[in-house]
């Protein structure tokens, strides 16, 4: 009974949350250190109802991944902006108003956990991650804040690979 009052065994070093790197696809162009914080997947599993006589059982029914939220420092060169811009027009153009196919405008996100050293203990990817909400941030002449742009992805799939 005494060792359950010990704590955590120092043997398991728990994840951080400051210790991962977002890779992005080079054609989106987006480098590992422009980003400062990046949601990790959640996912939904519908419950299915089946009711019998006077009670009722449950079975799991369709699940969905919900959408990420990742932030990234917005830098003058090369332009954090002008990135997130050349992958949202691959969505959706304004001047045009042309929309783009799916093919081309999905994008692999890969999200990695690291321990204390640098090495990658934890990997998910993200497939086929749309754009659904760009925030590119606000001015303000009272404030020394840095830059920042939020963007949520909609992944079509997550995979955690340890």
């Not at 009974?1 to 210790?19: A, F, Q």
């Not at 019998?52 to 449950?58: G, L, P, V």
């Not at 969905?64 to 332009?79: A, C, L, R």
Request: aromatic letters at 10%; proline letters at 6%.
């Amino acid at each position: 009974m005494s060792d359950l009052l010990t704590g955590i065994p120092m043997d398991y070093e728990p994840k951080r949350t400051n210790r991962f790197f977002a890779e992005f696809p080079d054609e989106v162009g987006i480098e590992i250190w422009k980003v400062r914080k990046f949601d990790r997947p959640k996912a939904d599993i519908n419950t299915v109802e089946i009711p019998w006589i006077n009670e009722t059982n449950y079975v799991s029914g369709k699940y969905k991944w919900n959408p990420v939220t990742i932030e990234f420092m917005d830098t003058i060169g090369p332009s954090t902006s002008q990135q997130v811009m050349e992958w949202f027009r691959l969505h959706a153009e304004s001047i045009t108003g042309r929309m783009g196919y799916k093919s081309g405008s999905a994008k692999n996100i890969i999200l990695k956990s690291l321990d204390p050293t640098g090495v990658t203990v934890e990997k998910w990817t993200l497939e086929q991650c749309i754009i659904t909400n760009v925030d590119f941030g606000s001015n303000d002449m009272g404030s020394d804040e840095i830059q920042i742009i939020t963007v949520t992805v909609q992944p079509y799939r997550c995979i955690l690979n340890v």
